[in-house]
């Protein structure tokens, strides 16, 4: 499996529809995620593209990696409050998803796969 690049339709189809429940996360997932927030031009996104891709494969089955280009949906970006890139959205099956800022390790990923996610 590939990581999944989502517009703004998709993620309101497939993770959270925050339009018609603007105060209450929903997750809409059959798999815990992870959501990149990133740009084409950033560095450090580009350092860690390549581990999301590896993570994607790894965790095939159960998990999902998800990516948000922030120039191209500004507005989902907006409503996440992204003010810097990358931000990773880690969403677990239940309860409120948690969001890390910056290129973690891939031993940092798999830490959060293992205990926010898939525990």
Not at 8 to 25: G, S
Not at 58 to 77: C, D, F, P, R, S
Request: hydrophobic share 40%; with cysteine.
């Amino acid at each position: 499996m590939k990581t999944i690049h989502l517009t703004k339709n998709e993620f309101l189809a497939k993770v959270a529809n925050y339009e018609t429940d603007p105060t209450e996360w929903k997750y809409l997932g059959d798999k815990p995620a992870i959501i990149d927030f990133y740009a084409d031009w950033c560095g450090p996104c580009k350092t860690i593209a390549p581990v999301l891709e590896e993570l994607a494969a790894e965790y095939e089955g159960k998990i999902y990696v998800y990516k948000v280009n922030t120039e191209q949906e500004q507005e989902l970006a907006g409503t996440f409050g992204i003010r810097s890139i990358p931000s990773l959205l880690f969403v677990p099956m239940s309860g409120p998803p948690q969001m890390a800022q910056g290129a973690l390790p891939k031993a940092s990923f798999k830490e959060a796969i293992e205990n926010v996610l898939l525990k």
